[in-house]
């Protein structure tokens, strides 16, 4: 069995990977091309985003046809040889599920809207209320009502994203067999790892306005969510035992995660979850300027640390994703310290216990766009909340401000390989905009330096197939209310791994709380770090002490 405790995972985007037909698309032939630098990195799975038949309303995320590729990223051909050289170089595929929705394009919504009742079951279709209200009041992710309405049934449907994803209806047996064999179709291929694409959100509740809130508490968790992970569980990869998965938890609860990711194995090997990463929100509400709370965010990833552990349940350890800002951008530097705080940041996650990701670009530094105009944004989500914010009254620089900041696309500019044109991304007109400074953050420049962040993230997972207390041990806070500092212990065995990262621009004077006898500094991102009771940070210091 794969131990996915010594794993990394290397998330791709393909869209915005590597061109290699010159329409500005990024495809699968450039991931295959891409397979040697990733292998330099030293991951072991590849987790790549939907490459399906998609109108490519939210990227792929709207999937027209589950058992075919998007001619945009390639062929069927492509893909096979995509997995059969991964193969050769010891790497694993994971391909993201998403069967939360389809795409409206989608075959089976297409009948549903014909009128075929068998096909109108595939979804969630509901009567307005008698006042010609939607059935309820809840909000979509993306903005609006999650409800459409289809006059020529005079009912609306449910989409809990964009209109153009209506929601599947997990309650009807035949969709969880068709999911199921979408699941095998790729099983048969070889696939051994898929990640499911907000599969917390699949068994809905109760059909209730929400005075509260968006409508998330009668559909997250909801009331039939083990029952169907069990059954997609015992129905498809639960067969074998080599095939790596991830549930992708939205808004979720730990209770939940601890069956989710339990390591009986009944339901997935393990979770994403997002709490972490709401530091910089005020509440639920993501479309503020708000300082990231540094000590909210301590606290999430510890208690999440110790709980997991304590309910023998596994965690996906993660900054970055295509859904989020650059890390290096929100929590670190991209200026003066941007090399220390990166490396810092990778640090901090990878010594976690948890199968850490890391997301493409992350690993040579890359930051948040530096778009200036709306004109060029591309995801959905960041365009109707340009408008909405407006709608609620902020003037436009003061909505844009709030994009720049949490938009989606700060994680989907083109990867940047070289200081040349287009980043070395594409030869034509790239789908969204090159950031500038890839003149000077791109992988060449990093494969070229010895210091680079790209080192240090390969030397990260090196380290955590070396020392087991990293995969395997223990995890302690250490001084958590500390102002400035994340530090905690791991240990195992006899060994223990002390991690100590000061997360701010100016130093600091600490005092560590263990005896530091028989310790050495085995990585920091300083050249001459000291292993010292009484430790003298500098700007974004990071050490990891073993003994
Ligand atoms: C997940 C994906 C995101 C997508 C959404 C709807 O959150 O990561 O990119 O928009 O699900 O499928
Ligand atoms: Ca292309």
Same mark, same amino acid.
């Given at each position: 069995m794969e131990d996915f405790r010594k794993s990394v995972v290397y998330q791709i985007y393909p869209k915005s990977f590597y061109d290699t037909n010159g329409d500005?698309?990024?495809?699968?032939?450039?991931?295959?091309e891409k397979l040697d630098y990733i292998r330099e990195l030293g991951a072991d799975y590849i987790w790549l985003t939907p490459f399906f038949v998609s109108p490519q309303k939210d990227n792929g995320y709207?999937?027209?046809?589950?058992?075919?590729?998007?001619?945009?990223?390639?062929?069927?051909?492509?893909?096979?040889?995509?997995?059969?050289?991964?193969?050769?170089? @010891?790497?694993?595929?994971?391909?993201?599920? *998403?069967?939360?929705?389809? $795409?409206?394009?989608? =075959?089976?919504?297409?009948?549903?809207?014909?009128?075929?009742?068998?096909y109108k079951n595939y979804y969630i279709f509901r009567k307005g209320k008698e006042n010609g209200d939607p059935p309820t009041n809840w909000e979509s992710?993306?903005?609006?009502?999650?409800?459409?309405y289809v006059p020529q049934f005079d009912e609306y449907y449910l989409h809990l994203f964009d209109v153009s994803q209506p929601d599947l209806n997990w309650d009807n047996p035949e969709v969880r067999e068709q999911v199921e064999a979408v699941v095998r179709f790729w099983m048969k291929k070889g696939v051994k790892g898929f990640r499911f694409d907000v599969v917390n959100?699949?068994?809905?509740?109760?059909?209730?306005?929400?005075?509260?809130?968006?409508?998330?508490?009668?559909?997250?968790?909801?009331?039939?969510?083990?029952?169907?992970?069990?059954?997609?569980?015992?129905?498809?990869? @639960?067969?074998?035992?080599?095939?790596?998965? *991830?549930?992708?938890?939205? $808004?979720?609860?730990? =209770?939940?995660c601890f069956r989710y990711a339990s390591e009986d194995g009944k339901e997935l090997s393990m979770v994403f979850s997002f709490h972490h990463l709401k530091v910089d929100f005020a509440g639920n509400e993501k479309w503020v300027l708000v300082p990231y709370d540094f000590q909210k965010l301590k606290k999430i990833l510890f208690d999440w640390q110790f709980g997991m552990a304590e309910h023998h349940a596994w965690n996906a350890v993660f900054w970055c994703n295509h859904d989020q800002p650059r890390v290096v951008s929100r929590f670190?530097?991209?200026?003066?310290?941007?090399?220390?705080?990166?490396?810092?940041?990778?640090?901090?996650?990878?010594?976690?216990?948890?199968?850490?990701?890391?997301?493409?670009?992350?690993?040579?530094?890359?930051?948040?766009?530096?778009?200036?105009?709306?004109?060029?944004?591309r995801d959905v989500e960041s365009i109707n909340y340009y408008r909405i914010l407006q709608e609620k009254g902020l003037r436009p620089d003061d909505a844009f401000r709030i994009?720049?900041?949490?938009?989606?696309?700060?994680?989907?500019?083109?990867?940047?390989?070289?200081?040349?044109?287009?980043?070395?991304?594409?030869?034509?007109?790239?789908?969204?905009?090159?950031?500038?400074?890839?003149?000077?953050?791109?992988?060449?420049?990093?494969?070229?330096?010895?210091?680079?962040?790209?080192?240090?993230?390969?030397?990260?997972?090196?380290?955590?197939?070396?020392l087991d207390v990293i995969a395997y041990g223990d995890f302690a806070p250490l001084d958590q209310k500390n102002a400035q500092i994340l530090a905690y212990r791991r240990s195992y065995e006899g060994h223990t791994l002390l991690v100590v990262n000061n997360f701010y621009g100016r130093p600091v004077t600490w005092t560590c709380p263990e005896e530091l006898e028989g310790y050495s500094c085995i990585l920091s991102n300083y050249p001459d770090s000291e292993v010292k009771k009484e430790m003298e940070l500098r700007p974004f210091e990071s050490v990891v002490l073993y003994r």
């Open positions: 500005g698309l990024g495809d699968l032939n450039g991931v295959t709207d999937v027209e046809d589950y058992y075919n590729i998007d001619p945009r990223y390639g062929t069927m051909e492509d893909f096979d040889r995509l997995s059969a050289e991964a193969q050769k170089r @010891g790497i694993k595929l994971m391909l993201d599920m *998403v069967f939360n929705h389809t $795409s409206s394009r989608n =075959e089976w919504f297409q009948k549903a809207l014909a009128g075929d009742e068998r992710k993306f903005g609006g009502s999650a409800w459409e959100l699949i068994s809905k509740g109760s059909f209730e306005d929400d005075y509260e809130g968006d409508g998330r508490r009668f559909y997250t968790d909801g009331p039939n969510i083990h029952k169907y992970l069990q059954e997609l569980n015992e129905k498809t990869f @639960g067969a074998d035992k080599g095939i790596v998965t *991830v549930g992708e938890m939205s $808004s979720t609860s730990m =209770e939940n670190g530097d991209e200026g003066k310290y941007w090399k220390q705080s990166a490396k810092m940041l990778g640090t901090v996650i990878h010594c976690l216990r948890g199968t850490p990701y890391v997301y493409q670009g992350e690993e040579i530094g890359m930051t948040n766009t530096d778009f200036t105009d709306i004109s060029r944004y994009i720049q900041i949490h938009s989606r696309d700060n994680g989907r500019t083109p990867m940047q390989w070289t200081d040349g044109q287009n980043a070395g991304f594409t030869t034509a007109e790239p789908w969204i905009g090159v950031n500038a400074n890839h003149t000077d953050v791109n992988a060449e420049a990093e494969l070229a330096d010895e210091d680079s962040i790209f080192r240090h993230y390969q030397k990260l997972i090196r380290l955590r197939k070396e």
